[in-house]
């Protein structure tokens, strides 16, 4: 056994790797998911942390990450004052971490851990950020392969910035990125966009997505369609523009065709017929109206949500594990 201690770590320790872990009611996984995660990076070199972020779970996670052993790597324990969602836990992981390399990691083991060691290899030949691919998406519907990849294609249509496709939230970041993002000030925090936006030197890796280890998704429908219109609104204003446009279009085909009605009746009378015609027009310009609204208050709701300032979450406690002495790995006892 290494020597465990509750000593907080001194400030000037140099840490080279953070995993980050923003989990909810993970249980099932939690012991299971450190167990793999410390197989694989007692193997490496080097020294290395993982900020654990409790989500507000109201099970028995916490207590669970409280216990884990810090074997071979420095355990940090964040826990915020209730549900944030998922995008706030990771943003309070990247405040928490001192790595000089750091990857996020879901807690349900759908990354594979043993991907950090091909991904560090990567940084090590001078790449910032490492986006980690999806090839295939087990466990998953069709209809969510469908949505998710309909929702990529219309994204990278509205936003400027290069959003990669089916890659998630899975991926390294350097020290240089990860202190852009921490100094970004939004508050809406849709984090696959925000993790593109630095830019700097990006490399892919394709992976295969496990299905869920245990325990079900935090994501229904709902939840997703809210995060899609959060990352569309969130990096671009074109919808807008769309609406203007099509709004311009409407409005001067209107111009031309209410000349064509008047010279009609000037010359052959008014004979009231047109229903059906004037309905589809009304409806028609109804909907549009109605949506352009929608729109424009999809984006005063981020003006009202960004003056308000409030933080991105609360911090009920943060706990420190360090190992005062690496553990030897089995090729070196031997
Ligand atoms: N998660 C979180 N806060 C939430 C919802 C989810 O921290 O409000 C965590 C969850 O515990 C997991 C990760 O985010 O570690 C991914 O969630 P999930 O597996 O439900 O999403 P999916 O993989 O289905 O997209
Ligand atoms: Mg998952």
Excluded at 9 to 25: A, Q
Aim: glycine share 6%; hydrophobic share 45%.
């Amino acid at each position: 056994m290494g020597i465990v201690s509750a000593v907080s770590l001194s400030d000037h320790e140099s840490i080279t790797l953070s995993i980050v872990v923003p989990y909810y009611n993970e249980e099932e996984v939690l012991q299971e998911f450190h167990a793999r995660v410390t197989r694989v990076l007692r193997a490496l070199p080097e020294s290395c942390e993982i900020v654990y972020v409790n989500d507000g779970s109201k099970d028995r996670s916490l207590e669970i990450v409280n216990a884990f052993a810090p074997m071979g790597c420095h355990v940090v324990s964040v826990d915020l004052s209730r549900n944030f969602g998922k995008e706030s836990a990771m943003s309070a992981g990247l405040e928490h971490c001192r790595g000089e390399a750091v990857i996020l990691l879901d807690a349900d083991l759908q990354d594979p851990p043993e991907l950090i060691p091909d991904m560090l290899r990567k940084w090590r030949q001078g790449y910032d950020v490492v986006n980690m691919k999806r090839r295939e998406r087990l466990g998953e519907s069709w209809f969510k392969r469908f949505s998710a990849a309909s929702f990529y294609k219309l994204l990278n249509l509205l936003v400027k910035s290069e959003i990669p496709e089916n890659v998630g939230d899975f991926r390294l970041l350097s020290r240089e990125v990860v202190n852009h993002i921490n100094n970004l000030p939004e508050r809406n925090r849709y984090m696959k966009g925000i993790f593109s936006w630095p830019g700097f030197e990006q490399a892919t890796l394709e992976f295969d997505r496990d299905p869920r280890f245990s325990g079900e998704t935090k994501w229904n429908y709902f939840k997703l369609i809210g995060l899609a219109v959060d990352g569309i609104t969130s990096f671009s204003i074109r919808p807008l523009r769309l609406a203007t446009i099509v709004g311009a279009l409407i409005a001067s085909s209107a111009f031309i065709y209410g000349m064509i009605v008047l010279v009609k009746t000037a010359l052959f009378g008014d004979p009231v017929t047109g229903y059906p015609s004037m309905m589809i027009v009304q409806l028609a310009l109804g909907g549009i109206q109605l949506l352009s609204i929608g729109l424009l208050g999809e984006y005063i709701g981020r003006i009202f949500i960004e003056t308000k300032q409030r933080p991105l979450y609360l911090i009920k406690s943060v706990e420190r594990r360090a190992e005062l002495k690496k553990l030897p790995t089995a090729e070196k006892i031997a």
